[in-house]
Structure formats: C-alpha cells, structure tokens
C-alpha cells in the first residue's frame, strides 16, 4: 500500500543526532556527537530515593493516576522559585507549564504561533532540532548572523524587517552548538529590538548552569521587561534528561495556549517524574549537586582543547567555552566534513558537521560540533588524535590537488 | 502585547474532561465525567518495587540517561509479545513504537497524515479528544453512521465516496463514550471497505483487556490481512495512567513516520516509566491482576445500571457496557444537556454532555456520557439519584411548557 503521508513528513528525516546515537552502542567508538550529560553526574541513589517516596503513602495514587496538563501544582511551585534563584522572578502559577522535556518546550511554543510558511529568526548556527521541530510545522527558519558575543544587531534588525518573522529563536548561554554565552549588553539590545517590534523571543536554557568558568550572565528572560520571552530551561542536563522533565515560563496567555496544546499530544508529563522533580528542589540539594558535577565537565572541556591544540590542523578555528556541552570549529580549508564522516566513524570518533544547525546547510560544510560531556579524558584525547590525522591528512590532499 | 496565535489554536479550546477536571478536588462532587481507572487498582507496592529495579544496577544508567526515540529495545520485544497474545501476531520491532500515552499515538498517527483540510472518518459519537487533537491539524471530522454492533457500513462506503478521508478513526472495543463494542461481522466489513479504499484505519485500543461480561473479541488489527490498520493501546486503564506509556503497532513506514514526529516533540518516553512496564511485563503478573480488577469495574457498572433503572427518567435511553469505562445516554425529550450541567453540579454530580463527542455537535444535545469506574457503588447510586430527580424535574418543566 503507498501511504499519502502529510506535506510536513517531506520536510522531516531523522535528525543526524539521533541517528548517530544508533552507532554509539559500539563501545569502541568514542563519541563527540551527543548532547549527553557525563553519565558520572547522574545521582542514582539519590534519585532513586525519591521516587521511593514517590511511590508511597499519600504520593503514590497521584504518582499513578491522571494528572493535570499543567504539572503539579506543588510542583510549579518549586518551579518558581526555581526560576526566581536564576534571575527570573514575579512568576505566577499562570506562567509556568511543566514539559516533558525542553524539546516539548519548543514544539508547544511553534504549535501555538507557526502556521505554514510563517517565518521565524534562527542564529547563525542554532539547534538543529530546533530547525526539525520547524520543519514539522512548516515554518521557514531564516538566519541571523552571530558575533563573538551574541547575535548581530543589526543584521538581526534587518533581517525582522524583511521577514516579519514571529519569532526569534536563541540558546544565549553556552550556545548549542557553539558552546559561546550572548553578553548583558547584547541580550538588553536583542530584547529591546524584539519587543519594539512585537518579535517573540523563545529563549533555550538548557546548559546555563553549567558554567565552570567566568561570571554568570542572568538568562535573556530576566532583562525582559516587556514579557516578550518564553524560557524553556530543562532538567536534563542537571539532574536526568531520561525522565523528560523540563519548565516553560512565559507570558500567560502564550503558556495557556501551550498547555492547550499539550493536552493534545501527551495529556501531561510522567508524574512519576514530576515528583521525583519535586522532591529534589525540595531537597534543597540539587545546586550543590551541579557544582559537584562542574569539575568533570571542566576536566573534560581542557582535555578537549589540549588535545586540539595538540592533534588538529592549524586551519581548524575553534571556540573555547565556559561551561555546557559543545566546542564548535570551523576549517580554514576546503573540507567537506559531512563527506568524511564515514572514514572518521572508520577511525572509531564522531562528531556532527556543521550543515544541519544552519537553516542554509551550505553555511556549515567546513564547521563540526565537538561534545565533550559524555567521554574520559583518555578517550578525548585518542578520539581528538584520529580526527586531528584524518584532517590533516584531508587537508594535505587537497593542497596537493588544488 | 497582543499575541498573532497561530490559526489552529482558534480551532483549540481546553477540552470539556480536562476542565471539568479542575472541579473534582471537591471531595462532595461525584464525578461521572472523567475517564480514570479505578484508583484501588492501581498496584502501588508492586509497581513501586519494579521502580527501585529500574533505578538499581545496571538499569540504573539506562533510566535516567537518554534513551532512543523509538523506546527500549527489550520493552519493544515485551510489547510484540503482549501484541501477539491480544491477537495481534506477527509484529517486528520495526512496527512498534514505544508511546507517552495513547493520546500521543493518536497525535503521532495525524501528524504522519493530515494536512490542513484533510477529512478524517469518526464514528458518531467519538472520542472528544480525538476531536481536539484533529483540530490541532486543521483537518476535517466526518461523522459515519453508527449501529448497535458497529459502524453503519453502507454510511462508512458513502462518506469514503464523498469525504476521500485518509483515515477512519475508531474505538471498536467497549467505546469511548458510548462503551459498546463492534461485532467480528462489522470488523471484517469494515476493514474490507478501507482497505479496498486505501483509507488506513487508526483503531484505538484502551478499555479491550477491562471485558467484565461477554465473548472476547479481537482487535480489528487480528483482522487486517492488509496492513490497514494502525493499532495503539495504552497501559494507562490496565497499569497506571500517570507513567504514560502505551504501544503503538502498524505498517512500519508508518511506524517510522511517528517515530519522526515523536523525535520533534518529547523525543523519547520517560526512560523510568518503559522500564517499570518493561519489568511489569516480563513478571507475567499483569493478565492475572487485570483479572483481579474486573470485579470491581464490573460492581461499578452494575450500581450504575440499578440506579438509573430506579432514579433516571423513561426518557433516558442508554448502553449496557460489557467492559470498559462508560455509558452513554440519550434523553428522548429535548432536553440541553449542556446547560443543565451547572445544576447538577450545583447537586453535587457532574457528566459530560453529548455535545463534544460529534464531529457536529448539535447530534450530541440530549445525550450524556457517565463514567462509573472511579466512583463506589454508594457514591454512584446517590449521584445518579441526583441527576435523576434534576433531569425529571427538568422534563416537568418541558412538558408543562411544551
């Protein structure tokens, strides 16, 4: 039987993450292509702990039984004042929703806003599955041109006025995939550009506690005063991203609709895992929790650049960031990186080339993403060596050939 | 600011459960309205037990780290197995797919097919939230015919003609909302017609295991010689609704397509939740427990008989489930069901009127869906009383003015 499949699923494939994911089940392979937090930071015990208590006494029938779209009521409580300890404050229960994942976070911002052919404002480059989310809704994703410390002003500016775009889409803190944090003075500059022209802006904190190094910058929601920005910030990366778990914080009217729309796709999120959420924020435990956690990914972040500096070709321009999960780099060099994947899978290393978190691939064929989160030290390093032999090696050919 | 929406949630509104929901934290309602499993059977201990497994040893890891979009690769074996005993044979992990809920199945099912303005076959009545969740597609509900023993097959073939739905929509066992179930006769026919159209059928599956009384009737998809079908059934009336997990079955381009879509929302079920019904499965307790639950769903249904026997109007003519969740009425007398509600919640009893089961809901004004699964016998016998004297009273009224 041919199936007439929906416009939108012509536009849809696998993402490259989750398709790369099917390789990583061969333990040889050493992995530069996730987004995983270090496996050594997930606390078992502790969580196990509490979805015992999840599961007893007064807990347990509404961890099983039907819960509300909107999350716990206890829980978005904590939520709150969750939020307001990361410099967004004056948050009621009316603007915030609990989400299965950040991930769902966008997906309910783009169904209650794009219609077909609708635009919105991506950076030069974003999130790829920011760019398939887009795709299921048929929206166009147009790119804004990036600076050192954030987005371009300008060409942000510009690019409103030529494309009347709902939304503009952003990740301001340890970027996916560049790893870079927008400075005060850009977010105060693109939320004012936004808000002056009724731009919504879907601001992406997944990463933004996780900083080794440098001074905190407070998330883009927390300049806004125009209630111009939906903040999505997930659990994922701090506490467990298998229990789908994340918030959105918004405007009221936007986080109703949202919650609309969640009801039609999964009713609400596990409420097992809502309470062990719970539990933890009530713990009071999980910021000295992540400060643990920061010395690994620092270990594992210096391994990255050492091994860099070490391994890979000198046309290779790379940033070297303060905290998340990414170093990003480009080839001063003819390479067509997506073409070499295959030999460097043959050399037991992956990473992810650069065209997919372009809404214009052709931007990203010299550019990979490196994740360092998930991986030893050691293992950092031999998988930096097979890909630093296997560019050099590409580079040196093709000045023999061109 | 004023938010531009996108033009589906014009067509979204919170749907009549969920709301009616918020009421049911007054201990004093007796809700007839919802659609939860009875709360004693929720088997807290046990599936407390399967959660410290899944969160002990080398389970531990796979829990609370990402996990593939399609689900866990033994949960999927489990859930062809359990597909087989259901009738269901000859499933490939590749026809599977691991979903948050039934309702997700749904929406992943119209977000593979449907564009805007395509139309869709639902049985009158049908389930609300399927309503919905087509409406966050922009397509079209076209209601079929309805007999006692299944869909009017000679109505399906006409509106196949008229309407050229990509699919039919339909709950064949003990149905949401009227709780009856389509015969093996009216299974074949109606397979045979859309197959024969290329109309995929999208069977939803629920209440099947929950038969308290009668012959045990396969799934329609035990009758699909030509991959038609698409089957999705949920763990959430016989395990636990608050852990959202349910299987999705089909052809598996189809299967792959959901899979795509599921990757653009939560990308992947609670890791915790598949393992707790992974561990469930594999124990070979769950049949026997379902067994154990019947009693009581069956207890519920009968109080509900005797009582609208004793209290409710002639008028009231309605279904005698044999398994499932509810039964639906008919008021012969033109009573608005939807405005008396109110008042009889003003009585203490809630319901939920006809009006939102139908693609035209005009059809639904005199009709009423009663849930009996989460109420005691005592307490249904005294909240069908009060419906009873209120709808009596109400039909005086009519006559007196008529």
């Excluded at 927008?182 to 808000?195: D, V």
Aim: proline share 5%; aromatic share 8%.
């Amino acid at each position: 039987m041919e199936f007439n499949f929906s416009s939108r699923m012509s536009l849809m494939n696998g993402t490259a993450t989750r398709e790369i994911f099917k390789l990583l089940s061969r333990p040889e392979i050493i992995s530069f292509a996730g987004g995983l937090p270090a496996s050594e930071c997930l606390l078992t015990e502790k969580l196990a702990r509490f979805a015992a208590e999840a599961l007893s006494g007064a807990d347990a029938k509404r961890a099983l039984q039907y819960g509300t779209t909107e999350g716990f009521a206890d829980l978005r409580r904590e939520l709150i004042n969750y939020l307001d300890a990361a410099g967004i404050g004056n948050q009621t229960p009316e603007n915030v929703l609990v989400v299965s994942g950040g991930q769902q976070g966008i997906d309910l911002v783009l169904k209650s806003f794009i219609d077909k052919g609708d635009s919105v404002l991506v950076e030069n480059p974003t999130y790829l599955a920011f760019l398939q989310i887009l795709n299921s809704y048929e929206g166009i994703a147009r790119g804004v041109d990036a600076t050192d410390d954030g987005l371009d002003l300008d060409d942000l500016e510009k690019k409103i006025r030529l494309y009347g775009p709902k939304i503009l889409y952003c990740v301001p803190t340890f970027s996916n995939p560049t790893g870079k944090t927008y400075s005060a003075a850009n977010r105060r500059g693109l939320i004012e550009i936004c808000a002056r022209h009724g731009v919504i802006i879907l601001e992406d904190d997944p990463y933004g506690r996780l900083r080794f190094k440098g001074e905190h910058i407070p998330p883009l929601k927390s300049f806004d005063a125009s209630d111009t920005v939906v903040y999505v910030s997930s659990f994922s990366k701090i506490m467990s991203p298998g229990l789908r778990v994340a918030v959105a914080a918004g405007p009221k009217e936007i986080i109703r609709k949202m919650a609309i729309g969640k009801q039609g796709t999964d009713l609400h999120t596990s409420n097992l895992s809502q309470l062990i959420t719970l539990k933890y924020l009530q713990s009071g435990e999980l910021a000295a929790d992540i400060q643990k956690s920061l010395p690994i990914y620092k270990l594992r972040k210096d391994a990255m650049m050492s091994a860099i500096d070490r391994y890979m070709p000198e046309e290779f321009i790379h940033t070297d960031p303060d905290g998340g999960l990414f170093v990003w780099g480009r080839f001063n060099a003819p390479l067509n990186v997506k073409e070499l994947l295959p030999e460097a899978v043959e050399q037991n290393a992956v990473y992810i080339s650069g065209g997919v978190f372009y809404a214009d691939p052709a931007l990203g064929r010299s550019a990979i993403r490196l994740n360092y989160s998930n991986e030893s030290p050691e293992r950092i390093e031999r998988g930096i060596a097979a890909l630093g032999n296997l560019f050099k090696k590409k580079i040196a050919e093709a000045k023999r050939n061109g």
